[in-house]
T-cell receptor, first 116, second 112 residues
Framework: EAGVAQSPRYKIIEKRQSVAFWCNPI?????LYWYQQILGQGPKLLIQ????????DSQLPKDRFSAERLKGVDSTLKIQPAKLEDSAVYLC??????????????FGPGTRLTVL | KQEVTQIPAALSVPEGENLVLNCSFT??????LQWFRQDPGKGLTSLLL?????REQTSGRLNASLDKSSGRSTLYIAASQPGDSATYLC???????????FGKGTRLHILP
């Protein structure tokens, strides 16, 4: 069974530029998560989708971050414009469902973003 | 508000030793607790998931225990190997909520 796929693996941009990350979850997984992990910290949830609807985006900086999952499968996360403090690893995860015993999340390899 | 703490932040031990990583959480009302491994620059790999009704889970040389009443979990690694070097993250899913709350992790270095 294929795991969660993410691209690109690495990205270096200058501040004020825009960047987009892509995630393809495990086939059949209804729930998709985007996390931000700053060096030395645990992952922080940015946004959670259930199929193509947003369940939780309370920690997403909506003035510069946006995310979509239009067809309920793959998803993109965008930052525009980027700031120095956005340098982090962006992790995508998916789970079969969002509640109950099928809540276990499976993580992709992440995208390491460096903002200069 | 649920908080997850992992101590120590970093640990170095000689190869072959048994070791224990600690995780504590402030609210005992949890649905489950999960231990992850993260290699440098990589994503998270799930090691063990303990449901709130369970006391421990085992996988190979790894054993994770859960004591909800005291708000603690431990990850025991037997006969450590250099390949065990990584960051180990503890994560809690609070009862009635499906958001995972992570600790900051323990960076483990096994000395050859």
């Amino acid at each position: 069974e294929a795991g969660v796929a993410q691209s690109p693996r690495y990205k270096i941009i200058e501040k004020r530029q825009s960047v987009a990350f892509w995630c393809n979850p495990i086939s059949g997984h209804a729930t998709l998560y985007w996390y931000q992990q700053i060096l030395g910290q645990g992952p922080k949830l940015l946004i959670q989708f259930q199929n193509n609807g947003v369940v939780d985006d309370s920690q997403l900086p909506k003035d510069r971050f946006s995310a979509e999952r239009l067809k309920g499968v793959d998803s993109t996360l965008k930052i525009q414009p980027a700031k120095l403090e956005d340098s982090a690893v962006y992790l995508c995860a998916s789970s079969l469902l969002s509640t109950g015993i099928h809540n276990e999340q499976f993580f992709g390899p992440g995208t390491r973003l460096t903002v200069l | 508000k649920q908080e997850v703490t992992q101590i120590p932040a970093a640990l170095s031990v000689p190869e072959g030793e048994n070791l224990v990583l600690n995780c504590s959480f402030t609210d005992s009302a949890i649905y489950n607790l999960q231990w992850f491994r993260q290699d440098p620059g990589k994503g998270l790999t799930s090691l063990l998931l303990i449901q709130s009704s369970q006391r421990e889970q085992t996988s190979g040389r790894l054993n994770a225990s859960l004591d909800k009443s005291s708000g603690r979990s431990t990850l025991y690694i037997a006969a450590s190997q250099p390949g065990d070097s990584a960051t180990y993250l503890c994560a809690v899913r609070p009862g009635g909520d499906d958001k995972i709350i992570f600790g900051k992790g323990t960076r483990l270095h096994i000395l050859p």
